[in-house]
């Protein structure tokens, strides 16, 4: 996948590295080593599912129950894109689906599903394999129920979440240059973080 860089130089080592251990874990998936687990939605969930899709709120947090192996929302809400990093727990990976509203070209208001699944660097080795597993049966549940997500975004640092990274993402001037290479970006940054990573892929 595409990994979109911010903060100094001297990172973008680190973050190829990061970007070919990911590759490593897609060529596992495809060999079968990681499995495609099915996880059961919560009832809860899917009640906060059908509230987004009829327009009733915004956004939903979800997470994955490790004891029982399954889905269960942690939040929903209507918020707006500064509000998302707020919503994210320290060092623990969560699943998040988001309606972006924006005026496009000054025009008409747009409303973009988009699938965020928030990976922060300090989480533990468990939650780092079980998200990983369950993701893409999840958005394909997920489009099921006629959530309609247009975009899959994955990340490091919520903090890269901002308007006009969220904006570019879904405009990108030549989106083949945006899937074909590094490019620095400069997102607002809490004193003492590291640059965050931020990646498009497929839905």
Known sequence: GTIIS??????YGELKKEALAEEE?????????????????????????????KGFINFIQ???????????????SNI???????????????????RYSHVKDGNSTQF????????PEEG????KSLYPCAIDCFIKRLQNLNADIKLRLEFSDMDDMTEGVLYEMIYPPDRATLLASFK???????AGKRG???KVLPV
């Not at 998936?29 to 939605?41: E, G, N, Q, S, V």
């Open 6 to 11: 911010s903060g100094i130089n001297a990172e």
């Open 112 to 119: 973009i599903p988009v699938f965020l699944y928030y990976v």
């Open 124 to 127: 533990t080795a468990k939650a």
């Open 184 to 190: 620095e970006i400069k997102p607002a940054k809490r």
């Open 196 to 198: 965050g990573w931020v």
């Open 62 to 76: 979800f997470a994955i129950d490790g004891k029982k192996e399954t889905i269960r929302v942690t939040d929903s």
């Open 25 to 53: 874990v897609e060529r596992n998936r495809a060999l079968k080593k990681i499995p495609d687990m099915d996880m059961h939605i919560e009832d809860d969930a899917v009640k906060e599912i059908g509230k987004f899709v």
């Open 80 to 98: 707006k894109v500064d509000g998302l990093a707020g919503k994210m727990p320290e060092g623990v990976p969560r699943f998040n689906l988001y």
